[in-house]
């Protein structure tokens, strides 16, 4: 992965991000969170643009002018989102996009506590030490959390005595800079997802104002559970990750691993994902449907909708009655067998 350095970007002129009105946006906004890059920085969370704020916790490591290209085999779905805003919205990463290197994102990454001490080597999914802020709050929760936590697209600034600016293409942070993460709640929200778990079945959605769209095709059915990482930060049933190209949902307790994945398939192609097509079928991969040539970074399944630690994941095996999705750990490959339909409910949003 390649790394830019202030230093190395002497000579690089950097445009600002398209401008975006956060006053025209207000009536969306669902909170802001204000991080400030120093050591022992504030983290807090506003739910009135601004007027008021409520500390949730520190900074224990600050970044100090890095930010990294995601590799070829690493967070390409990043590409997918528009620099200078969130690439990713886990219980374990908040990832921001802050400009394109050589072929892929550049991103920086707030933290939760629990990777500070983890060797980039040891994390199944994007890391980077240098390229990350580290916190002292715990996964899952803050910014890592469904109240706290923006979504994915959702737009980053930089706070300047007080105003707050785009986040300009090609970002470093410097000591002391403020980031503030703005989450917005689309006007018609996602109240559920409802797949027949087989293929050729349809994912179909229902939202806030009682209106159903189909989204998608199933391209190839889940069947079983995986070892995926950030699951250990969240309980059962429960959204663990969204970015432009996986909705993630645990099936295991806190402190275990367990969850199966939803992928769109043109992302499920890239070369580096073969694995996925694979004997152990833990990711359920959708394709669009004919009027729309892909999926990936698009809402309301790959942005703008879905908060880490949000949703009800349910099941019906056969023609059974719905239950909650089974307690399973590790990888499993047939965990999910029989599945016959799934439906994941975000009665936070209005179910």
């Known amino acids: 992965m390649r790394s830019w350095t202030r230093a190395g970007l002497l000579a690089l002129v950097l445009f600002a991000a398209p401008a ?25 969370v506003s739910r009135n643009r601004g007027a008021t ?12 002018g890095y930010a990294e290209e995601t590799s070829p085999t690493g967070f390409t779905a990043a590409d997918w989102v528009s620099d ?18 050589e072929a892929h994102a550049m991103l920086i990454t707030l933290q939760p506590r629990e990777l500070m001490g983890q ?3 040891g994390v199944k999914s994007y890391f980077s030490h240098q390229a990350s802020i580290f916190t002292d709050v715990p996964a899952g929760t803050g910014p890592f959390g469904p109240e706290d936590s923006p979504r994915v697209g ?6 300047r005595s007080g105003e707050l ?8 942070p410097r000591l002391r800079d403020v980031l503030v993460l703005v989450s917005l709640r689309p006007e018609v929200d996602l109240t559920e997802l ?10 179909r959605a229902r939202f806030s104002d009682g209106s159903r769209k189909v989204l998608a095709r199933v391209e190839r059915a889940v069947g079983a559970v995986g070892r995926f990482g950030g699951s250990a930060h969240v309980g059962v049933g429960r959204i663990r990750a969204n970015h432009p190209g996986v909705i993630g949902v645990s099936t295991s307790p806190k402190g275990q691993i367990g969850a199966f994945q939803i992928l769109p398939s043109r992302h499920a192609r890239s070369p580096h994902l073969a694995y996925v097509w694979g004997n152990v079928p833990a990711w359920l991969i959708v394709g669009p449907l004919t009027d729309r ?6 809402a309301p399944l790959f942005s703008r909708h879905i908060r880490p630690g949000s949703g009800v994941c349910e099941v019906r095996f056969h023609q059974g009655p719905w239950q909650p999705v089974p307690v399973r750990v590790g990888k499993i490959a047939d965990a999910l067998e029989g599945v016959t339909e799934i439906r994941i409910r975000f009665p936070e949003q209005g179910d």
């Open 20 to 44: 975006s009105s956060l006053q025209a946006q207000d009536s969306q906004e669902e909170c802001r969170v204000r991080v400030v890059n120093s050591f022992r920085g504030a983290i807090e």
């Open 53 to 64: 704020w409520r500390l949730l916790g520190r900074v224990i490591r600050p970044n100090l």
């Open 84 to 101: 200078g805003t969130v690439a990713a919205s886990a219980v374990n990463a908040i990832h921001l996009k802050v400009g394109s290197g």
């Open 119 to 121: 060797d980039e080597a």
């Open 154 to 159: 959702n737009p980053v600034y930089l706070e």
């Open 165 to 172: 600016d785009p986040l300009p293409s090609g970002y470093l």
């Open 194 to 203: 409802h797949v027949a778990n087989r293929e050729g079945g349809l994912l």
């Open 293 to 298: 040539p892909f999926l990936e970074g698009l």
